[in-house]
């Protein structure tokens, strides 16, 4: 089994910062994209940033210039810094892990439970 605990949401007011972290467990082989995701009351879940084993990026536009995804692949855990936060960041925030495992040994996605992020203006 293979689990991913996120930690460090809360809530900030507009321009502020916030930093978030989610560690993954449990019967890994190996991780290759590690990323995070947003949903915001009553929208579909979202790509924030995402993070290849290599180091590459991937950042959504709207997030361009003030998040920064990055991953220790010791620890197997991933990091949003979150700086010149605004209102419209407000949602829960899902890790996301493309995880080779057994029984299958194939990568499969796996997904935390999600922490809130509010942004007050």
């Known amino acids: 089994q293979v689990q991913l605990v996120e930690s460090g949401g809360g809530l900030v007011q507009s321009g502020g910062s916030l930093s978030l972290s989610c560690a993954a467990s449990?019967?890994?082989?190996?991780?290759?994209?590690m990323g995070w995701y947003r949903q915001a009351p009553g929208q579909q879940r979202e790509l924030v940033a995402d993070?290849?084993?290599?180091?590459?990026?991937n950042y959504a536009d709207s997030v361009k210039g003030r998040f920064t995804v990055s991953r220790d692949n010791y620890k197997n855990t991933v990091y949003l810094q979150m700086n010149s936060l605004k209102p419209e960041d407000t949602g829960v925030y899902y890790c996301?892990?493309?995880?080779?495992?057994?029984?299958?040994?194939?990568?499969?996605?796996?997904w935390g439970k999600g922490t809130l992020v509010t942004v007050s203006s």
């Open positions: 449990g019967s890994i082989f190996s991780i290759s994209t």
């Open positions: 993070i290849r084993s290599s180091g590459s990026t």
């Open positions: 996301k892990a493309v995880v080779k495992a057994p029984p299958t040994w194939k990568y499969m996605d796996f």
